[in-house]
Nanobody
């Protein structure tokens, strides 16, 4: 069964940190770019960050640049999203998704999705 499973979400105070994990099973991430997306209540799902299959190329939404870092461990078949200096506006359900191509902005092109993990930033 091909699937992605996110973990690491939770409740954190403003300024705090979390590390999200996206573990793949049933397929290898060696050949897939992985994107992190988020969806806040009442808002559309948006791209946060993406890492290429080799791990050599990454990109970030302007809203998270300098605060979030995406990384990939192919040996563990897992992608991470280190989130620092969290703000209340970062509150959302975070999803990871895979695409067998370079990172792109079109969510519809990603064909494997995880179930999401809730991140809540609040004092």
């Amino acid at each position: 069964q091909l699937q992605l499973v996110e973990s690491g979400g939770g409740l954190v105070q403003p300024g705090g940190s979390l590390r999200l994990s996206c573990a793949a099973s049933g397929f290898t991430l060696d050949y897939y770019s992985i994107g992190w997306f988020r969806q806040a209540p009442g808002k559309e799902r948006e791209g946060v960050s993406c890492i290429s299959s080799s791990g050599s190329d990454t990109n970030y939404a302007d809203s998270v640049k300098g605060r979030f870092t995406i990384s990939k461990d192919n040996a563990k078949n897992t992608v991470y999203l280190q989130m620092n200096s969290l703000k209340p506006d970062d509150t959302a359900v975070y999803y990871c998704a895979a695409i067998g191509a370079p990172c792109i902005d079109d969510l519809a092109e990603y064909y494997y999705w995880g179930q999401g993990t809730q991140v809540t930033v609040s004092s």
